[in-house]
C-alpha cells in the first residue's frame, strides 16, 4: 500500500500542529465519558504493578488522567513538537520522543500500554511491526488499552485544525485489529464499540476500544 506516511512526514505534521491540537483536544475527556470508564478500568488493572506507557500521547491529556487516577505512567510521541506541549501542560509527568515501530525500552519494562488512536496514521501492512513490539516491551500479564476509528477508510484531508497537511488517517474494522493482535501474541479480553459523540466533540466516527494483554509466562 502506497501512503504519504513516512515517519519523518508524519513527525513534520504534528510538529505543525502541535500547538493547535493541544489547544483543541487537550480538555476532551470531559465530554467522553466512555473513555474516562474504560481508562479507570485500565489504571485499576495496573496500579501498583510498574510503569505504564502513553504511546502517541500527544500533548499528554490521557497521561494526566492516568497520573490522576494512580498510575505510574509517562508519555511517548515521535512528535517532538507534542512532546514540549505535553511537558508544558504537565511539567510532573515524564515524555519522551520514540517512534512505536522501535521502542527504545527493554524486554518486559511495562505493566501496561495505553493508545488512544495512535495508530491513526499506521498502514495497515505495518501494525504487525507495532503490535510485536508493544508485546515484546510488556511484562507477562501486562495489559494493552488500543482505540482507533472503526471502518475501512483512508482520510487524505487537505487542512487539519487550520494547518495545510499531507497525510492519510487510517480506519480500521474490530475484527481485523483483534486479528493482527491475536497474531502478534495478545490474548484479546474484550473488544467494546460506540457511536460518536456529538460533532462539537469529536469527529463523527464510531470508536472501538480493544483490551489486550500478554500472556503470562509459562513454567
Known amino acids: 500500500m502506497v501512503t504519504k506516511n ?3 512526514s508524519v513527525r513534520e505534521t504534528y510538529d505543525r500542529l502541535a500547538d493547535a491540537y493541544a489547544g483543541r483536544y487537550v480538555n476532551e475527556l470531559q465530554s467522553k465519558p466512555l ?12 496500579q501498583g504493578r510498574g510503569d505504564v506507557c502513553d504511546m502517541g500521547c500527544g500533548p499528554g491529556h490521557i497521561s494526566r488522567f492516568l497520573r490522576d487516577v494512580g498510575a505510574s505512567v509517562f508519555g511517548l510521541d ?13 511539567p510532573d509527568i515524564a515524555f519522551q520522543v520514540g517512534d512505536m515501530m522501535s521502542l527504545a525500552l527493554q524486554n ?8 488512544f488512536y495512535a495508530i491513526v496514521n499506521i498502514p495497515p501492512d505495518s501494525l504487525s511491526t507495532v503490535f510485536e513490539e508493544m508485546l515484546r516491551v510488556l511484562k507477562p500479564g501486562g495489559l494493552l488499552l488500543l482505540s482507533f476509528h472503526i471502518g475501512d477508510e483512508i482520510l487524505s484531508p487537505d487542512e487539519l485544525l487550520g494547518h495545510r497537511i499531507s497525510m492519510d488517517f ?4 474490530p475484527l ?12 484479546v479480553e474484550d473488544v467494546i464499540e460506540r457511536e460518536p459523540y456529538a460533532p462539537e466533540v469529536e469527529y463523527q466516527s464510531r470508536r472501538g476500544y ?5 500472556p503470562e509466562s509459562r513454567s
Open 35 to 46: 473513555d474516562r470508564e474504560l481508562l479507570n478500568r485500565f489504571g485499576t488493572d495496573v
Open 6 to 8: 513516512s515517519g519523518q
Open 210 to 214: 480493544i483490551f489486550a494483554r500478554k
Open 176 to 187: 481485523d485489529i483483534r486479528g493482527h493482535l491475536e497474531t502478534a501474541g495478545f490474548a
Open 78 to 90: 515521535l512528535s517532538p513538537g507534542m512532546i514540549e506541549q505535553a511537558r508544558k501542560l504537565n
Open 108 to 115: 518486559d519494562a511495562l505493566a501496561g500500554i495505553v493508545a
Open 170 to 173: 487510517f480506519f480500521f474494522r
